[in-house]
C-alpha cells in the first residue's frame, strides 16, 4: 500500500492542491481526473519521486518499485530497440559492474589494515548480498522475450529507436516497465500518438498483468475500460470515487446538487439572521441573541459548490465555395523510402462532402499518405487535390510549429486578414483564451492550449477540405466533444485520423485501412469498422507467448 499524506503544492504564492490523502492499494486502477491545470500530472510527478511537494509525503514500502510513462516519452535516440529496453534492469548492471569494479581494486591493493581497504570490503559485502539475493535471470532473454511479446520482430532489435513511430516507442518503454515488475504504474496521457491497436493491447497488459495503476487520459473509452476508481482534482482538494470515469460523472453531478441544495439553505439561513441582528440591533432585550448570532455567523464554515469547467471550444467552421464532385484522388500510388515500402499501388477517390477515416497500425502510413495528397513528399504515381479544393491541414506536430516567441495574440494576429483582424479577441475568447492568456507566450502553453492556438490558426480562412491528423492530442474532454460537434456539422470533406476510438464513432461512412503495405477501402461506418475488428486486434496480439 503506497499512501499520500496531507500533500500540498505552491507556486509563487498559489495554492495548486492542499492537504490531499489518499491511499492506493494494491490492484487498484485509479483515473486521476480534473479539468487542465488542477494539478493532475504535477500530483503524478510526486509519486513518482520525479517532483517535490511544498508540504507532505509519499510512503511507501521498502522495495517498493513505483514505475512512471511521462506525457513526453523519454526514450533515447542514441541507442537501439534492445539497449532501451536493457535499461529496466539498468540498477542491477550497475550494481554488477561496481562489484566487479571494488573486486579489482581489492586485488591490486596491498594495505589490508587500511581503513579504506576495510571499507571496500564492507560495500562488496553489502553489495554483494544484495545482488545473489535477486532472482537468477537470463536478463538478455527476458528483454527478447518481452520485446517479441509486444510484436517487435528479432531483426528490430538493432534498430535505433529514432526509427520508430510514437506508438512502438510507447512499447519500448511498457517492455521496461513490464521487465521491472512494478507495484505501480504511473501513466499520464499514454494513449496520446499511439495507434489503436496498441491502445487495445494497453487496455489488456493493464488489466490482467499490471498491479496497482494510476492513469491521466482524456480518451473516455480507454479509462471507462481500466480503471475501478476516480480521484478528481478540484479547486486544491480531491474526491475519491470506488467507481469508473462513467459512473463517477453520475455520482459527481449528484453531489453538486447536494452542494447547490446545501448551499441555497445556508444562504438562506445567513440572510435570516443578518435580518434578524438589523431588526433587533439597538434592541436591550433583544441584545445576548443578537450577539450570540453574529458570533455564530462569523464562525460559520461556508458551503463551497465545486467548480465547473463551463469554458467550452466553439468551433464553427465558415462557409467556403463548392469544390470540384472528387477534391481528393489517388491512382496507382506507391512510396517507399530505400529498400523500405510504406504501401503499393493505394487507390482512392473521395467525394465532395464525403468524411472518411484513416485507420491502421502506426508506422503503416496514414500519415505518409496526408503528406502525399499536401503534395509534401515524391512518390510514384497520381496524387492530389480536385477542382476547387481549399485544404485546411492539422498535422500530428502542428502545435510544435507554432512559434514559441510570439504571444497568443500575435500568433493569430500576424495570420488573420481582412474584417476577422477586429474580431481576433473573440475568437480567441472561443478558444478559452481571454485576459493576460493573450499575452501569454507560446513557449509557457500547455499541451492543450497550444493545440487550440493551431487550431485557431486553421480555422480563419474558410475551406471545403479538412485534413486532420491526430488533432485530439492534448485537448481535454469538453473540447474534444466540441470539435466533434463541429465536425459532425461541417458540410464540406473530411479525412481523419485519430487514434480515439470515442472520438472516431459516428465520423465517418468510409473507412481505409493501412496494413501490410496496401491499403484496403471499407465501405463501412468507422463504428462497424471497429466493432467487426475489435476481437481480431486481441487474438493479433498474442499476450501469452
Request: hydrophobic letters at 40%; one cysteine or more; charged letters at 30%.
Amino acid at each position: 500500500m503506497i499512501s499520500v499524506d496531507a500533500l500540498a503544492v505552491e507556486f509563487s504564492g498559489q495554492v495548486l492542491f492542499s492537504d490531499v490523502s489518499f491511499t492506493i492499494n494494491e490492484n487498484d486502477k485509479i483515473a486521476l481526473m480534473g479539468k487542465n491545470g488542477a494539478g493532475k500530472s504535477t500530483m503524478m510527478k510526486i509519486i513518482a519521486g520525479a517532483q517535490n511537494p511544498t508540504r507532505g509525503h509519499v510512503r511507501a514500502p521498502k522495495d517498493t518499485v513505483i514505475a512512471y510513462l511521462p506525457q513526453h516519452l523519454l526514450t533515447e535516440d542514441d541507442c537501439t530497440v534492445f539497449e532501451e529496453a536493457s535499461k529496466a534492469f539498468k540498477h542491477v548492471f550497475e550494481m554488477r559492474d561496481e562489484m566487479e569494479y571494488l573486486n579489482k581494486e581489492l586485488e591490486t591493493r596491498a594495505d589490508y589494515e587500511s581503513k579504506e581497504y576495510m571499507s571496500i570490503i564492507e560495500k562488496v559485502t553489502d553489495l554483494g548480498e544484495k545482488y545473489y539475493a535477486l532472482e537468477d535471470v537470463n536478463y538478455d532473454a527476458e528483454v527478447e522475450k518481452a520485446l517479441a511479446g509486444l510484436g517487435f520482430k528479432r531483426d528490430d532489435f538493432t534498430r535505433a529507436t529514432s526509427e520508430f513511430s510514437g506508438g512502438w516507442r510507447m512499447r519500448i518503454e511498457l517492455v521496461k516497465i513490464l521487465l521491472q515488475k512494478p507495484d505501480l504504474i504511473l501513466l499520464d496521457e499514454p494513449t496520446n500518438h499511439i495507434d489503436i491497436e496498441s491502445v487495445v493491447w494497453l487496455e489488456d497488459f493493464l488489466l490482467n498483468r499490471a498491479k496497482a495503476v494510476v492513469v491521466i487520459s482524456h480518451d473516455r473509452a480507454f479509462i471507462d475500460t481500466v480503471t475501478n476508481r476516480t480521484i478528481e482534482v478540484t479547486m486544491g482538494r480531491i474526491y475519491d470515487y470506488k467507481a469508473n470515469y462513467t459512473h463517477y460523472l453520475e455520482l459527481r453531478k449528484d453531489r453538486r446538487a447536494h452542494q447547490i441544495k446545501a448551499y441555497q439553505e445556508q444562504q438562506k439561513f445567513i440572510a435570516d439572521n443578518k435580518t434578524f441582528i438589523e431588526r433587533f440591533k439597538g434592541t436591550y432585550s433583544k441584545t445576548n441573541q443578537v450577539s450570540s448570532r453574529e458570533r455564530m455567523l462569523e464562525k460559520l464554515v461556508l458551503v463551497e459548490i465545486d467548480e465547473i469547467d463551463n469554458s467550452a471550444l466553439k468551433l464553427r467552421f465558415p462557409p467556403a465555395m463548392r469544390s470540384g464532385d472528387y477534391p481528393v484522388k489517388v491512382e496507382g500510388l506507391t512510396k517507399a523510402y530505400d529498400n523500405h515500402v510504406v504501401f503499393k499501388d493505394a487507390n482512392m477517390s473521395i467525394s465532395r462532402g464525403e468524411k472518411v477515416s484513416f485507420v491502421g497500425r502506426n508506422g503503416e502510413g496514414k500519415s505518409t499518405m496526408i503528406k502525399a495528397i499536401m503534395g509534401e513528399i515524391d512518390f510514384d504515381g497520381e496524387c492530389g487535390l480536385g477542382h476547387n479544393a481549399k485544404v485546411g491541414y492539422f498535422a500530428q506536430n502542428q502545435a510544435a510549429l507554432l512559434d514559441k516567441e510570439l504571444t497568443v495574440f500575435q500568433t493569430v494576429d500576424e495570420v488573420a486578414q481582412g474584417d476577422i483582424r477586429t474580431q481576433i479577441k473573440n475568437v480567441l475568447g472561443r478558444f478559452m483564451f481571454s485576459g493576460d492568456d493573450l499575452e501569454k507566450k507560446v513557449s509557457v502553453l500547455s499541451g492543450g492550449e497550444k493545440t487550440r492556438l493551431a487550431m485557431v490558426k486553421l480555422l480563419l480562412e474558410p475551406v471545403n477540405v479538412l485534413i486532420l491528423d491526430e488533432p485530439t492530442n492534448h485537448l481535454d474532454l469538453k473540447s474534444k466533444d466540441v470539435l466533434k460537434e463541429a465536425l459532425l456539422a461541417f458540410d464540406g470533406t473530411l479525412i481523419l485520423v485519430s487514434h480515439d476510438r470515442d472520438f472516431l464513432q459516428g465520423l465517418s461512412q468510409k473507412v481505409f485501412e493501412f496494413k501490410d503495405k496496401r491499403v484496403i477501402e471499407h465501405f463501412e461506418t468507422i463504428d462497424a469498422f471497429l466493432e467487426r475488428n475489435k476481437i481480431e486486434s486481441l487474438k493479433a496480439i498474442d499476450l501469452s507467448k
